[in-house]
């Protein structure tokens, strides 16, 4: 049966298989980024957000600080047309989320932070999820995932001009800079707008597409402040104050689809379209129970906005994907974490809730 | 017809290396999906886990025809050690075959991801949410598939040295096409 070969194409046929092995082995570990050092990872990123003093253990590695909230979406039949998602047919479904503060310090005071944000899930009957992550800036600051882990890392620059330099490499920035620097503050999440800013396809019964972008208008009264009043009320008074005005009256907000027009960047988050876009108002977000995050059902949902429901597809904002692998990789980290966040453990006496 | 099969069986072939095909394609979409955070990661992802699906549910085929048919017997004059590691390493096979896609399933039921395939095709959680599962999962799912790599390229290894320096047939009783130029098949 055996057919021994020489000693020669015995050499032969062991290099062989060594130099297989070798390039199997080569070719996964190139795929998997180990010989590509400068390819920009969702660990690199997300290590990217800590702070100097490093990440809050057990929570989000960005929007970090947050409550919890469970209410409904009443949608009005109006986004049927545009799009199949049965969370566009008139009813009422399901909404659960998570008002937030842009920053990756759990216990960073209210007034230190410029971004707050909204994570939301709409579920309905026949099994659909839906998840969005929307930001109160009408824009995002850069146009890039590149952009965005540039500017994380300047602070950890030793260049005394490093922000200089990184605002002129990216003039975009001078967009969010501007509204960073004059939209008002306000002292409720109740009282903020929540837009998503990356671009998605609704693809209605006929199959036909139609770019996107939306956003969760408030219904409260805003009532303009300056961050240093805000400071004055403390430093987790937005989750004081969102328990109170929840308990006395739920508060709502409206869904707000704008419809590209052609030409319109579909891509790039950091450039707002301009006014007179088609805009449908598809229903409204009622929020009637706010719990704190430590027990709430909002801490074990990662608000990936590629998450989606049939009738709704990602478009080409490189963003999309760039903060789905993110926000993976940190609810991984966070979620391995938790016994520097424990569930259940009373709050000591003065804590925030 | 007594005699005792040479060779694995037209179905068994078509089997093994349909589905060396998509571990191969599932492992190292898996290493590259996570360590990118470019536009591609999405499809990459949606394939990630249909492929999964489809290799558990050819896994679970393939062993059923397996304990149906058997395998042919090893060379008789093979050592007794590389006997033992054949028969160990097809049992590893099994296991994580079955295994990695039921610990990827289980891993995004832990984490409250709803599990959405190709063609909008939704899986049921398999799991409730918890952070300690998902952890335990999480890293099982990605230890195990270094695992499987070292064991698929041991495989390869040593298919490959039955077929260059054993010659011994037991390349061509799993080989992909009838090896009518093999003079070891026996047949």
């Known amino acids: 049966m055996t057919d021994r070969p020489s000693s020669q194409a015995t050499l032969a046929g062991l290099a062989l298989i060594a130099a297989t092995l070798a390039a199997g082995a080569a070719a996964f570990a190139y795929v998997g980024g180990w010989l590509s050092p400068h390819r920009l990872t969702p660990t690199k990123l997300v290590d990217a957000l800590a702070p100097p003093s490093g990440p809050s253990l057990g929570h989000r590695r960005n929007h970090a ?21 049965s969370a566009f047919a008139p009813g009422e479904y399901p909404a659960l989320g998570r008002l937030n503060l842009g920053t990756a310090n759990a216990d ?33 600051p850069v146009a890039t995932p590149e952009a965005f882990y540039e500017l994380l890392r300047v602070p950890q620059s030793k260049k005394p001009d490093a ?31 929540y837009h998503g800013l990356d671009a998605f396809i609704l693809v209605d019964r006929s199959g036909a597409e139609r770019v996107v972008r939306w956003s969760l208008l408030p219904q409260a009264q805003v009532v303009p402040i300056t961050d240093d009043a805000l400071a004055k009320l403390g430093p987790n008074y937005l989750e004081q104050e969102i328990v109170q005005r929840v308990a006395k009256a739920p508060q709502q907000w409206v869904m707000a689809l704008t419809l590209a027009n052609a030409g319109d960047s579909t891509s790039n988050p950091s450039v707002p379209w301009p006014e007179g876009r088609r805009v449908v108002e598809v229903g409204t977000l009622v929020v009637n129970k706010i719990e704190a995050e430590r027990d709430g059902p909002c801490r074990d949902i990662n608000f990936d906005p ?16 760039a903060r789905s692998s993110a926000y993976a990789k940190s609810y991984d980290l966070r979620t391995s974490e938790v016994k520097y966040y424990p569930y259940q453990q009373p709050a000591p006496a003065g804590s925030r809730p | ?88 390493s097809h049992y590893a096979f099994y296991v994580l075959m079955i295994g990695m896609p039921l610990l990827g399933w289980a891993m995004l039921s832990a984490g409250a991801y709803p599990i959405v395939l190709y063609g909008g095709l939704r899986l049921p959680a398999i799991l409730p949410q918890s952070d300690a599962l998902h952890t335990l999962l999480w890293d099982a799912h990605f230890y195990l598939a270094f695992g499987f790599f070292a064991l ?36």
């Open chain 1, 65 to 85: 600080k947050g409550i919890c909230f469970t209410g409904v979406f009443n949608a009005n039949g109006n986004g049927a047309e545009l799009s199949r998602a």
């Open chain 1, 108 to 140: 960073a005071a209210d007034a230190t932070v410029r971004v707050r944000g909204m994570g939301l899930q709409i579920t309905t009957p026949d099994g659909a999820v839906w998840r969005m992550a929307m930001i109160d800036p009408p824009m995002f």
């Open chain 1, 163 to 193: 922000m200089k330099d990184f605002a002129a490499a990216h003039p975009e920035f001078a967009t969010f800079a501007a509204w960073a620097g004059s939209a008002p503050w306000t002292a409720s999440y109740a009282e903020e707008p």
């Open chain 1, 306 to 321: 590629t998450i989606l429901p049939d009738g709704i597809r990602v478009s080409d904002d490189p963003f999309l994907a």
């Open chain 2, 1 to 88: 017809m007594m005699t005792q099969r040479t060779k694995f069986t037209v179905l068994q072939r078509l089997l093994h290396w349909t589905m060396a095909v998509c571990i191969l394609a599932m492992l190292f979409i898996g290493v590259g999906m996570v360590s990118t955070i470019m536009p591609k990661y999405i499809p990459l992802l949606a394939t990630h886990k249909t492929l999964g699906i489809v290799i558990l549910v050819l896994a679970l085929i393939r062993l059923g025809v397996r304990l149906y048919y058997g395998a042919p017997p090893l060379p008789e004059d093979l050592p007794e050690p590389m006997k033992l590691a054949a028969h160990l």
């Open chain 2, 152 to 187: 698929i390229l041991m495989h390869v290894g040593a298919a490959l040295f039955h077929l260059l320096v054993l010659r011994d047939g037991v390349f061509a009783s799993m080989a992909p096409l009838p090896a009518n130029a093999d003079p070891a098949a026996g047949e």
